[in-house]
């Protein structure tokens, strides 16, 4: 049974930082894309930043120079590291993997707040 489980998310002040982990689990095949999505109140969920197998990055305009992501592939791991937090980042942060297969897995989500 594939699992993700994340961590990291939590309250911090505007300009602080957090570091989100995703840990999946029970995966045996190759993961193609890892990424983090994102959903303030009100809103769709929009993507953040993700990676693809071959190192890759892409990531949404808003979080260019303050955000970045890594993975660890032995560990099924990804990480996105948020720095010059704004409280336009509050958001309940969602874990996404990709497998080769096509298959889409989420992580159950951990919140971010960012107080002004």
């Known amino acids: 049974q594939v699992q993700l489980v994340e961590s990291g998310g939590g309250l911090v002040q505007t300009g602080g930082s957090l570091r989100l982990s995703c840990a999946a689990s029970?995966?045996?095949?190759?993961?193609?894309?890892m990424a983090w999505y994102r959903q303030a109140p009100g809103k769709q969920r929009e993507l953040v930043a993700a990676m693809r197998s071959g190192g890759s990055t892409n990531y949404a305009d808003s979080v260019k120079g303050r955000f970045t992501i890594s993975r660890d592939n032995p560990k099924n791991t990804v990480y996105l590291q948020m720095n010059s937090l704004k409280p336009e980042d509050t958001a309940v942060y969602y874990c996404n993997v990709v497998l080769f297969t096509r298959y889409e897995y989420w992580g159950q989500g951990t919140q971010v707040t960012v107080s002004s």
């Open positions: 029970g995966i045996i095949v190759s993961i193609n894309v």
